[in-house]
């Protein structure tokens, strides 16, 4: 089995699961290469714990964890089979890692997991299980979190870190008169994703441009720590274009140990 690779989505607005915009097919066209993934684990900033925990739940049933969007995204469902076995032995390992985890029985699919696997893998055909993300973890503790999830993707299965490149909540639903700054701090992130300098995307909160306007809460910034993590040092970032939704949210995404003959016509890998 081919190694899997590890990638970050920004999954932005429930909406996107209705609107595709720039990066949904360019997850489509993604997600047809790979074709031999064994499973796919999720970080998603919509699960928070106390302590990490990792869902063991045989079939995953989609949670509708938004209010307020219209019917017809209440009405979906992405249904694929969960992974106990292997969420019991991912508890073993963060163990090993120095991560203590618990298993949990229940849990589902929020939308950080399923709304862009609905473009990855539309069939749900494989195995999807979610890892939470501490609700105090830092930007060194999602690095970490990732280093320890990597031995997966020998085994074919894919790492996901669902997020959101920026994510300030309040001016998405506000007019501002200053949305440049988003863009700002996407293509900060782009270059020192290009250059894995790992360091300065830690230690964003100072580095960055308007670090503390993009992401007020630090939620949504952590799964690209975890999908970092998860790659090796000498594997190039491809740069999944996502664009600019709602004047102010990046849907700008990574990959990491992509196949050479991928890129397509308009995704661009950085070295």
Do not use: C
Not at 11 to 34: I, K, V
Not at 102 to 127: C, E, F, I, N, S
Not at 175 to 191: G, K, L, R, T
Request: aromatic residues 8%; negative net charge.
């Amino acid at each position: 089995m081919s190694r899997a690779p590890s990638l970050f989505i920004s999954h932005g607005s429930p909406m996107f699961a209705l609107e595709p915009g720039e990066l949904g097919p360019h997850l489509q066209q993604l997600g047809a290469a790979l074709q031999d993934l064994s499973a796919i684990v999720v970080v998603s900033p919509h699960w928070q714990t106390r302590d990490i925990r990792v869902a063991a739940t045989a079939s995953p049933e989609t949670i509708h964890d938004f209010g307020g969007f219209p019917e017809p995204l209440y009405a979906l469902r992405y249904e694929p089979p969960g992974a106990p076995e292997l969420a019991a032995e991912i508890v073993r390992m963060l163990a090993d890692a120095g991560l203590p985890a618990t298993l949990d029985a229940q849990r589902g699919l929020d939308h950080g997991a399923w709304v862009p696997l609905r473009y990855l893998k539309p069939a749900a055909d494989v195995a999807v299980l979610q890892v939470s993300l501490p609700a105090r973890m830092t930007t060194q503790g999602a690095l970490e979190l990732g280093r320890a999830l990597a031995p997966l993707r020998d085994r074919g299965v894919l790492i996901v870190g669902s997020g959101s490149l920026t994510h300030n909540l309040y001016e998405f639903r506000s007019h501002i008169s200053d949305p440049e700054y988003a863009q700002a701090f996407a293509d900060w992130a782009a270059d020192a994703v290009a250059r894995r300098d790992a360091q300065a995307l830690v230690e964003y909160r100072v580095r960055a441009p308007h670090a503390e306007r993009a992401h007020p809460t630090e939620e949504h910034y952590l799964p690209l720590l975890v999908a970092l993590g998860a790659s090796a040092a000498h594997e190039a970032a491809a740069l999944i274009p996502g664009g600019m939704t709602n004047g102010v949210l990046s849907m700008d995404s990574f990959g990491f140990g992509l196949d050479p003959a991928w890129p397509q016509p308009g995704v661009h890998a950085r070295a």
